[in-house]
C-alpha cells in the first residue's frame, strides 16, 4: 500500500507561480513513475506531466515551457510559473509501481488562477 500526500495548491494570480509537492510512503515499493494530471470542472482529468525512474519527462503540450516536474527520491514536485485561468483545476499526483503497473492516487489539491 501507498500513500501519497499532497501540497502547495492555492489561489495565485495570473502570471504568478505555484509548487506542488507529493511525497509517497508506505511499505517498500519501486515505481515505474510519478506524475501529475488535473481535472478542470466539466472536464475529464488529463495528464500535466510524468516523469520516470529514468528521469525521462513528459508534458501536456499546453504546460510546455511554463511546467517543470522533477523528483526527489519518493518526492515529485511541480513547479508551476506563468499561470493561466485556464490552469484552473484540482491536481492528482499519480504513482504507477513497478513490476505491478498498479496506480496510486493523492487526494487532490486546488489550483485557483484568478485576479
Known amino acids: 500500500q501507498v500513500q501519497l500526500v499532497e501540497s502547495g495548491g492555492g489561489l495565485v494570480q495570473p502570471g504568478g507561480s505555484l509548487r506542488l509537492s507529493c511525497a509517497a510512503s508506505?511499505?517498500?515499493?519501486?515505481?515505474?513513475?510519478m506524475g501529475w494530471y488535473r481535472q478542470a470542472p466539466g472536464r475529464q482529468r488529463e495528464m500535466v506531466a510524468i516523469i520516470t525512474v529514468t528521469s525521462s519527462t513528459n508534458y501536456a503540450d499546453s504546460v510546455k515551457g511554463r511546467f517543470t516536474i522533477s523528483r526527489d527520491k519518493n518526492t515529485v514536485y511541480l513547479q508551476m510559473n506563468s499561470l493561466k485561468a485556464d490552469d484552473t483545476a484540482v491536481y492528482y499526483c499519480?504513482?504507477?509501481?513497478?513490476?505491478?503497473?498498479?496506480?496510486?492516487w493523492g487526494q487532490g489539491t486546488q489550483v485557483t488562477v484568478s485576479s
Open positions: 499519480n504513482v504507477v509501481l513497478f513490476p505491478t503497473g498498479v496506480n496510486y
Open positions: 508506505g511499505s517498500s515499493f519501486s515505481f515505474n513513475a
